[in-house]
């Protein structure tokens, strides 16, 4: 007769318990979701895959604190955002070199996907620009779209705090990417009144 399969809280009881092989069970049933969030928070592959194995070892070595008030993913999920946050601070604190503008040299790119490339660098600039404590609600909200709620727990602080910095945070992004409002539309609607109506 085949036991039933372990629960993700069984595993880490187990891990904590001395278990070799409960943390690479539960490490193979979330590493998926896991390289999901931490690429959407970091949108760079290498700073993401080092944040999922900063994040991975944090978990093995905190197993032990884990307490059942949340579920094994929710606690996961933490961590990882944590750990990207930290790589985050780690690149704002060092210089950055521009890549060259290879755009020249890249006849066989559509213009509009080489366009939409950009957008997507801008707006990556612009959140890499806000302070870590407002860009972790906006990206986990807007970009992963998690709930207010949800991103309360996940981050460990009140609805009302997540929902302050989202605002200040989505202030300072309008300004950053006011000029994107209206590419194709220059003069219909003057970029300042747009900017204007969403300042909160």
């Known amino acids: 007769m085949t ?45 993401a895959a080092d944040a999922l194995q900063d994040a991975f070892i944090s978990a093995f070595r905190a197993a032990s604190n884990f307490r059942a008030e949340s579920q094994v993913t929710t606690w996961l999920h933490r961590i990882v955002v944590n750990a990207c946050l930290d790589r985050v601070r780690r690149r704002q604190a060092r210089p950055t070199v521009p890549l060259p503008d290879t755009s020249h040299h890249e006849p066989a790119v559509p213009r509009d996907s080489m366009s939409e490339r950009e957008t997507r660098m801008v707006i990556k600039e612009a959140l890499d620009q806000l302070p870590e404590e407002q860009r972790a609600p906006i990206v ?48 219909d609607v003057p970029t300042h009144e747009s900017k204007h109506g969403e300042g909160r």
């Not at 779209?145 to 200040?168: D, P």
Request: with cysteine.
């Open 3 to 47: 036991a039933a399969a372990p629960t993700d809280a069984d595993l880490i009881a187990a891990h904590s318990a001395g278990d070799p092989h409960a943390f690479n069970e539960l490490v193979r049933r979330h590493r998926d979701r896991m390289w999901a969030v931490a690429l959407r928070t970091v949108r760079d592959p290498e700073e």
């Open 140 to 187: 986990l909200i807007d970009v992963e779209g998690y709930s207010v709620a949800e991103t309360a727990q996940l981050l460990g602080i009140a609805q009302g705090t997540v929902k302050s910095r989202c605002a200040r945070g989505r202030a300072k992004l309008a300004k950053l990417l006011g000029h994107l409002r209206n590419p194709s539309n220059e003069g």
